[in-house]
C-alpha cells in the first residue's frame, strides 16, 4: 500500500449529493495546479499572444468539410447552436437587471445556480487575460475579472465508443446544453446587480484549460485535456466572466501532473502518434505538448477521433477510484484491457491493447494555416515541383485565390455564425466547394 501524502475533497456530483474524498499518493505529489514560470507565461503572451484555432487554422477548418464522415451531424449541431453563441457573443454589453446588495459576497448563490442548472463542477478564478486570443483582446470585456469555471459532463456512454458519430454527437449535444444553460446563469448573474459574459465553447475567446486549472477543477493531463475528478476528459468547459463580488478558489494539486507520466494510456494508444511522452517547458508551462499536426488530420477524417479522451482511466472510472486502485497495486486501473484501450476506427477496424494503424506520409499532408497562408504554401509547391501553367497564368489563378483568401473572415467561426449576408441562415460551410480553383487545389 502506497503512502498517501494528502487527500483532495470534493463537493457531491450533484448538488445537494455528498462530497468524495481522493487520495493522492506520497509519489504524485507535486505542484498544486500545474508548474509555471510565471515571467516566462507573461513574456509568451506578449510577444507571441496565443491566437485562436478558428483563425490560425482557418485552412484546415475548411478541408475538413470535404472530408469528415460527419458533417451532416456538424451542420446539425451549427443550426441548433447558433442562438446561443449569438446571445453569448452580446452578453458582454448587457447591462445588470437589478441593484447589487453592497459588499455582500454572491460566490455561493452563483456556485448553488450553476449547478441547479446541470454543471457538474463549478469553481471561480481571476480572468488571466494573457490566455486571450489575438483576434479576441478587444471583445473580452477586462473589467469583468472573475472567471465563473464550469464543466459540464458528456455523456458517459456514448463517449466510450469513440470515435464514432454517437461519440461526437454526446460532445456537441454537451456544447449545446452548456451553452443554453450558460446564458440562464449569466441572467441570474445580472439578476444579483451584476455584469456577465459568456464565453462560448464553440466561440472560443481564450484558452480556458489554464482558468479551469486555477480555479481547482482539475489538471492538465498529457491528452492535453482537463482532468476532472468526476468526468476526466469528458469534461466540457467553459467560462463566464463578472464584476460580482465573489471569493476565488484555489489550484489544486490531484496529483494528475506527475501520474500522467506512469500511466501514459493515451499516449501509446493515440493513432497518430501525436501525443509525447515527455514533457516539455511551453509557453512558461511544464507539460506534455500535443502536435497538432499529427492530430488533426485523424481527428478530420474519423470523427473527431476522440481515442486519448475515450482511452484515458480518469474518464472511464474517475479519479477517485483510479488512486484508490494505484494507491493499493500500484498499477493503473483499467492498463492493458480491450475494455479500456480498444477501439475500432471507421474503415480500419478494430485495434486493441498494442496495436496501431498506420497511416503513410501523405495522410499527414492536409492544408494547414490561415487560407492565405495556404495559398501562398500551394503557390511555393507548385513552383518547386514544376507545373505546366505559364508564369503569367500562375501569378492571375494566385492572384485571385488570394483576393478570395483575404477577403473572407479571419475567424471561421464569424463566417460560420455572424454572417449577415445569410440573414439568419447558415452560410455554406464549405470554402473549398464555393471556390472551385481552391476544390482543384486540394
Ligand atoms: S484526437 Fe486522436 S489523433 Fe488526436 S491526439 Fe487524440 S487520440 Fe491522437
Ligand atoms: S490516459 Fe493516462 S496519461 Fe493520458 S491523460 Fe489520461 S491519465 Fe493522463
Redesign the pocket.
Known sequence: MLKIGHYVDRPGKELGSAQITIPVPEDLETVPGIPQRPSEVDWYSKEYPLESHNVENRAYRQWVDTVTDIRGLRMEHEKLNRESVIAARASGDLEPTARPVEGMDVTLQIKNKARSLGFGEVGITEMNMRYVFAAKKDWVKAELPHAVCVIMEQDYEDTQSAPSGPAESAALDCYRREGAAAVELADFIRGLGYRAQIHSPNDASCAAIPMMVAAGLGQL???G?L?SPYF??RARIMMITTDAVVTHDEPIDYG?HA??QI?????NRCPGRALMKDKVWWRGVEKNKLVAKRCRPVMGRYAACGI?QK?????KYGMKAVFEHYAATEE?LGKGTDDLEGYTIPGQGYFGPGQLPHFDAEFFDIPQGRLEEYVMERLKEKIKNGTDEEPEQLAQSFGRQMVRAVGRPADFMEELYFNPEADGALPSRSYFQDEPEFEEDL
Open positions: 493531463g498529457a491528452n485535456q482532468l476526466g476528459s494528475i501520474w500522467c500511466c501514459q494510456v493515451c499516449v486519448c482511452v484515458c482511466p480518469i474518464q493503473v
